[in-house]
């Protein structure tokens, strides 16, 4: 492709039912600059095929997620006639799904392998049917099975891409056939070495996009979601959250990474690697603005808070030894084995004798439980305590420092109990633990404190 292009990735929610693809589709239509569409599972899909993963369903409850996918897709269905390339790629893919869901009959649980084959068909369906829609607004598009150029590890359920693997790939398969029509692929799915499918965690049609826009070499990531753009906080959390029109890679990294759901963890990484600029808005209401994410220079930088998230399910990990006194070696000791284990350590802090760290353990984590070996290593030289059912709460921006305003913090926080507060590592950050079952109010009387005035 000489030109720039777009791609553009559409959400569960825009993708739900016809009328909401039909939206979709008419943004495509209208913007000759979008050559690439990434679209999720339509919207409730996923849990099910979640669901479906689990051991001990009732023969009925797992017809009734069987059945649910099912009558999302031909809801969709009815208003569409199928060209015979696609209905032969659908049917085929609706026959795979439900031999691929009677595994799960057993009371054996899936493999890894059978676990990411059975969540992936949510992806590959909504994009049979998306084409669809797409070629009755008059837009050419062909379908295009995204796992044969985005590669990754084997790590299912949370698979890492290959990123020159992916790039050789896109640009010799993919790219191609941009000049000529629109390429509808799937967020979410890619496959390992061997050709397995795999999954990038939930939410990670948003990595799909921003992975596929740096290997084929697009200008503009366009995130068509159910909100018109990046909120100072989570509009479902706080009425008066509004929209932010310009955020640094910095700043949206920070959000994603802390629990701003809108966008996958990951998915700036390769925007800002790559220098790609990234739009976030809504699929319901596109001429509503959206948030424009790129690089912005440090004298355009607007210092402060300018958002605030939280991550609930934190667990904090504190260990004691009195050899820390004065010890060179504990913390190299205490990583060593963190790492051994594959455990990512979020905030860390020390005191002479101890050192505190939290770990996800949000259910779709990458680790979900603390290894028990792992806590038997440290145990062996150091006093092990776990707490859980906390929230990491974080205020995200540029040059963040405590003036007046965000110490007025320290008064909005004197009611809450708090853990644990990290700040001075990055200037984009300040971030603390407090009791999961009170993080919704800190979050917004930090919001009401920090973001609401003027
Ligand atoms: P999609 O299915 O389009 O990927 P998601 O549900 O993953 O959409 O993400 C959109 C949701 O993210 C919004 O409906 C909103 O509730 C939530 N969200 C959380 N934090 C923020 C934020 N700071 N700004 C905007 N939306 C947010
Ligand atoms: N369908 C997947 C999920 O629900 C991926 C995505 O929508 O981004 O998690
Ligand atoms: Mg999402």
């Known amino acids: 492709m000489n030109q720039e292009f777009t791609v553009a990735k559409f959400g569960g929610t825009s993708v739900a039912d016809h009328a909401a693809m039909s939206r979709c589709a008419d943004i495509i239509a209208a913007d000759s600059h979008v050559r690439i569409v990434v679209v999720s599972a339509s919207a409730g899909v996923t849990n099910h095929l979640v669901a479906l993963c689990q051991t001990g369903l009732s023969n009925e409850e797992r017809q009734a997620h069987i059945d649910g996918v099912i009558a999302i897709q031909l809801n969709i269905i009815e208003c569409l006639s199928l060209d015979a390339d696609l209905a032969h790629g659908f049917d085929t893919t609706l026959n795979d799904f439900k031999h691929s869901a009677s595994h799960s009959t057993q009371n054996v649980p899936l493999t890894n392998v059978q676990r990411d084959e059975l969540l992936s068909f949510g992806e590959r369906l909504s994009s049979y049917l998306f084409t669809q829609v797409l070629r009755d607004k008059g837009v050419a598009s062909s379908r295009f099975d995204v796992r044969s150029v985005l590669k990754t590890d084997s790590q299912f359920g949370k698979a890492q891409p290959d990123i020159t693997q992916t790039r050789i790939r896109a640009q010799a398969e993919l790219v191609p056939l941009l000049s000529e029509q629109v390429v509808v692929t799937q967020g979410f799915i890619g496959s390992d070495e061997y050709g397995e499918t795999t999954t990038l965690g939930r939410g990670g049609s948003d990595y799909s996009a921003a992975l596929l826009a740096e290997a084929c070499g697009a200008s503009n990531i366009h995130i068509w979601t159910d909100v018109i753009g990046i909120y100072s906080t989570d509009p479902r959390l706080c009425n008066k959250a509004r929209p932010i029109a310009h955020l640094t890679f910095d700043e949206a990294a920070e959000m994603a990474t802390f629990g701003a759901k809108v966008l996958h963890p990951a998915t700036i990484l390769p925007a800002a690697r790559s220098g790609i600029g990234v739009f976030v808005g809504s699929s319901q209401d596109p ?141 984009h950050n300040l971030c603390f633990l407090v009791e999961q079952g009170q993080s919704d109010q800190v979050v917004q009387a930090i919001h009401q404190q920090l973001l609401e005035q003027a």
């Open 287 to 427: 001429q509503g603005g959206g948030t424009w994410i790129e690089k912005v220079p440090s004298s355009e930088l607007i210092a402060g808070v300018r958002a605030v998230t939280q991550r609930k399910n934190q667990l904090l990990l504190t260990l004691k030894s009195p050899e820390m006194l004065l010890a060179s070696g504990f913390l190299a000791r205490v990583f060593t084995i963190l790492s051994e284990y594959k455990i990512s350590v979020d905030l860390v802090t020390t005191s002479e004798i101890s050192v505190a760290v939290t770990l996800d353990n949000a259910p779709n984590a990458s680790r979900p439980e603390l290894d028990q070996e792992a806590l038997e290593r440290l145990g062996e030289f150091c006093h092990v305590s776990v707490e859980t059912n906390l929230a990491l709460v974080a205020l995200i921006g540029s040059e963040i420092q405590l003036r007046q305003s965000e110490l007025n913090l320290m008064r909005v926080l004197s009611g809450f109990d708090i853990r644990l507060i990290c700040h001075g590592a990055s200037k």
